[in-house]
């Protein structure tokens, strides 16, 4: 019972310490470099709304063209809220409403002549918890291209499937067995199927919603590589709970703290010498 | 003491059993200083007791009655001189009932054997002295095992355990209620169903192309002999079930697919609970719908398109029992459809499929094991059902698969073979119970099936 109270108290009096700071716990503009020359996707003054909460405030990023850009910050802090208004997953949520200018290169992911399926052909995403359909290992990896008419003939498929699944370094283990159901497969090598099925249409742009927190540490390391790959070819946008795993394999990192974005700086100048007190703070382990 | 007195005063003495206890116990505490130095809240100890006490006696007395019966007859029989010894069991039945009138006087004593008449006295004798004994075998019980209950009292003592036993085996008495009662009805019509094929060949029964179950009453009557095959009752009943699937898989699957994925959030709220009471409606009603309005909407089609259509016809039960069984379906395709994860969606629409793909190519194929376990359900309800077919679906049992004809299905013949007077042990009225095996036995292995596969299903995502 004592213990208990005590550690209220600690927790009290640690938020004390943030307001007795006061120039830099109220989050004004984002510190750091959040914008870019050229980029692959423009975001500004981004905002997302769930009903009447606000869950993005006026968040204005950049990101290069194979650039790997890590997103960090506490639970609840918008991290997928913002990453899927990139391809608009938003969309299929009930009340949730996107207001700001978004561009993937020079078009509007938002206006009018922009088709969703369009732009997921373009955008692809990579989930948290590892869904494969359940098909067959093959099936699966085939889906987007059937759907969007990529290969013209069966030969073709067996090339895409083959090389999609070359590409996220599962060929070698389930060339024996494509015709097995994807959901038998264990959890790093399903998490590995998603993202050939992902990379199966050839996207610009992968989104990566905590793709290891399901996954064992070995797995982990698997996809960390394959990341690093991936990153010659595509942009990859990575939302993560580890910062070891930020600091692993982004180039730059953004810091969210509820619905703002804090800072965006150079991954190392992040984890060494962060500009803004909140960042420090999260990274410090000091709440998160 | 009667019965149901008898009873009511085991209750009270539980009651006092109950209230000891707890004193007891209470007493305990103080000593102790306190009630957390007892092994059990006090209401656990008054519980054991009062358990004690009520639980032995209940249970003699339950198993005096269910013997008191048999005994009292044998003892009356022993005394009955041998010339009016019963030889068959309808005598033994008729001479009891006979001594049972005589003894409650709803029969005059003129003219009645003495023998007889000294049986009926035994008889109230017999059950005064029963009636006596039990009263005081019960009290006996119900107070020893307070007491014992209440001696064996002790501070250590684990009733919080002992009562919660206790009550677990009540639960399972009660669980085991439901499947001793299926059991029975299964025994019950395996044992008349052999009757029935001592008199019917069981090839006959299941490949005879021709059911008129008419059979002479009398040997003397000139009448159909009776031929049970049951080949053209289950062709019906498939023809009627398979129409009826027809409408209500499409339509059912189509609703649930509209609810789970399309309708917004008030449309739900109204549509579902909607197809619930639809879901509730007597079958009977739906039963004169299809008598009285579909039938003949159906014939008078028919007619004017010049084809020939019975006023009972397949078609219009088959219809009729399709919409009833329509709710069935989508609300368990619903929840099938709403148990595929989000994520699963979200996967193909992350990949560019629009929401009719992402159905089509997802959504179904995973829960497709599910919505046909549902399929299977709504089958072997369709098998079952019996008031739509008895009023819209007719008698003639033709050997047919046009759906314009009249059919007759294996429910509809149960009910014709058993409405009013029948002689039991006629192969008529036997084949009832023939008929009510086979239809148990498909819908328990229907039944079996689909409870596999959704089991399957679930297990898929866990
Ligand atoms: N579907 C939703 N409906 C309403 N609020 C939501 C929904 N999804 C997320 N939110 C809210 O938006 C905020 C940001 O959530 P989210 O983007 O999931 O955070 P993160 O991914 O950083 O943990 C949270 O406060 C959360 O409660
Ligand atoms: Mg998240």
Redesign the interface.
């Known amino acids: 019972m004592s213990a208990l109270t005590m550690n209220l108290t600690a927790t009290a009096s640690e938020e004390n310490s943030f307001d007795s700071a006061p120039e830099q716990t109220v989050v004004e503009d984002t510190v750091g470099f959040p914008l870019v020359d050229d980029p692959k996707i423009r975001a500004r003054n981004a905002s997302v709304f769930y009903g009447d909460k606000q869950a993005i405030f006026n968040i204005d990023l950049d990101i290069g063209k194979h650039e790997v850009i890590a997103m960090i910050g506490p639970s609840g802090c918008g991290k997928s809220t913002f990453l899927r208004t990139i391809n608009r997953m938003n969309d299929t949520v009930d009340g949730c409403r996107v207001s700001g200018e978004f561009l993937l290169e020079e078009d509007n992911i938002y206006g009018s002549k922009m088709d969703v399926v369009e732009l997921r052909a373009r955008v692809g995403m990579v989930f948290q918890k590892p869904n494969p359909f359940p098909k067959s290992i093959f099936d699966n990896v085939a889906y987007g291209p059937k759907i969007h008419g990529l290969a013209g003939s069966r030969v073709e498929l067996d090339e895409i499937v083959e090389n999609s699944l070359k590409r996220a370094g599962l060929w070698a283990e389930v060339k024996d067995r494509l015709q097995q159901p994807g959901t038998g497969l264990s959890g790093g090598q399903q998490q590995r199927l998603c993202i050939a099925r992902a990379i199966s249409i050839s996207p610009e742009v992968i989104l990566m919603d905590e793709p290891c927190s399901a996954l064992d540490p070995i797995a982990t390391a698997r996809i960390e590589e394959l990341i690093a790959e991936l990153a010659e070819n595509y942009t990859i946008v990575i939302v993560t709970h580890s910062m070891q795993q930020a600091a692993r394999v982004s180039h730059r990192t953004a810091y969210f703290h509820l619905g703002k974005l804090v800072e965006v700086n150079e991954t190392e100048k992040v984890f060494t010498t962060p500009e803004h007190k909140l960042t420090e703070a999260y990274i410090t382990g000091r709440f998160g | 003491m009667q019965t149901s007195n008898l009873i009511i005063a085991l209750l009270v003495m539980s009651a006092l059993a109950y209230f000891f206890g707890y004193q007891r116990s209470r007493g305990f505490a103080r000593q102790l200083g306190g009630v957390s130095n007892l092994h059990s809240l006090p209401t656990y100890y008054g519980m054991r007791v009062a358990l004690w006490c009520g639980l032995p006696s209940v249970l003699l007395l339950f198993v005096c009655l269910a013997f008191e019966e048999t005994i009292i007859s044998k003892m009356l029989l022993s005394g009955i001189p041998d010339e009016i010894r019963p030889t068959s069991i309808a005598e033994y039945n008729l001479l009891m009932n006979k001594i049972e009138n005589l003894a409650s006087g709803a029969l005059s004593s003129e003219g009645v054997k003495p023998a007889l008449l000294d049986a009926a006295a035994a008889l109230g004798y017999l059950r005064d002295m029963s009636q006596r004994l039990l009263t005081g075998l019960a009290m006996l019980v119900a107070g020893g095992g307070g007491f014992w209950g209440w001696w064996r009292m002790s501070a250590q003592l684990r009733a919080r355990q002992q009562v919660e036993k206790i009550f677990k085996g009540f639960l399972l008495l009660c669980a085991s209620l439901a499947i001793f009662t299926t059991l029975g009805i299964l025994l019950s019509v395996i044992f008349e169903s052999v009757r029935f094929f001592q008199q019917v060949p069981i090839s006959e029964f299941l490949f005879g192309l021709e059911w008129s179950p008419q059979t002479a009453i009398r040997p003397d009557q000139v009448g159909g002999s009776g031929s049970f095959g049951a080949v053209p009752l289950f062709l019906g009943t498939m023809l009627i079930s398979f129409i009826a699937m027809t409408v209500a898989v499409p339509a059912g699957l189509m609703s649930a697919i509209y609810l789970a994925e399309y309708a ?2 008030k449309v739900r709220s109204f549509v579902k609970p909607a197809l619930e009471i639809l879901a509730g409606v007597p079958t009977v009603v739906y039963g004169y719908f299809a008598a009285l309005t579909v039938a003949p909407l159906i014939r008078d089609t028919g007619t004017s398109m010049g084809l020939s259509v019975t006023s009972e016809s397949a078609l219009a039960a088959g219809l009729v029992m399709g919409i009833m069984i329509i709710p069935f379906i989508s609300s368990l395709a619903d929840d099938v459809i709403n148990a595929v ?1 989000q ?12 929401h009719s ?1 992402t159905i089509k ?2 959504i179904i ?2 829960a497709l094991p599910g919505i046909v376990g549902g399929v299977l359900l709504a089958v072997s309800r369709a098998i079952g059902e019996t008031m739509i077919v008895v009023m819209a679906a007719g008698l003639a049992a033709n050997l047919t698969v046009n759906p314009l004809d009249t059919v007759t299905t294996v429910t509809v013949q149960i009910v014709t073979l058993l409405v009013g007077d029948q002689e039991f042990d006629s192969a008529k009225t036997l084949s009832a119970f023939a008929l009510g095996l086979m239809l148990f036995l498909v819908t328990l292995g229907l039944n079996y099936i689909a409870l596999r596969v959704v089991k399957k299903y679930r297990e ?1 995502y866990e």
């Open positions: 917004g959030s994860p994520t699963m969606r979200d996967g193909s629409l992350a990949l560019g499929a629009t793909e190519q997802v194929p995973a898929q």
